[in-house]
Nanobody, 121 residues
Framework: QVQLVESGGGLVQAGGSLRLSCAASGRTFSRYTMGWFRQVPGKEREFVASISWSGEITYYADSVKGRFTISRDNAKNTVYLQMNSLKAEDTAVYSC??????????????WGQGTQVTVSS
């Protein structure tokens, strides 16, 4: 069982940056693929980025490629999402997710509660 807790959300002006963190409990975090997703009320949850257990393989949604960077520190049981050049359309609740096998855009077993990111234009 893995519990995930996000932090780092907030209000930022367009063009600014935020770094989200997702802290995981459990001894097997280092074996988990981790992902970030976002959701706007009334819309479906959207894949943002994922990272393999080793950190060597990453995937990004086209909408964030070149602006967002996913990374992880297995010693700290934490995955990060560095968000630069933020746009108003990045406003959403961001959630992290985990799975103990390789997945990319779906198939995650564990989810955090989410953290709100609001980008003002």
């Amino acid at each position: 069982q893995v519990q995930l807790v996000e932090s780092g959300g907030g209000l930022v002006q367009a063009g600014g940056s935020l770094r989200l963190s997702c802290a995981a409990s459990g001894r097997t975090f280092s074996r988990y693929t981790m992902g970030w997703f976002r959701q706007v009320p009334g819309k479906e949850r959207e894949f943002v980025a994922s990272i393999s257990w080793s950190g060597e393989i990453t995937y990004y949604a086209d909408s964030v490629k070149g602006r967002f960077t996913i990374s992880r520190d297995n010693a700290k049981n934490t995955v990060y999402l560095q968000m630069n050049s933020l746009k108003a359309e990045d406003t959403a609740v961001y959630s992290c997710a985990g799975r103990d096998r390789f997945v990319v855009r779906s198939g995650y077993d564990y989810w955090g509660q989410g953290t709100q990111v609001t980008v003002s234009s």
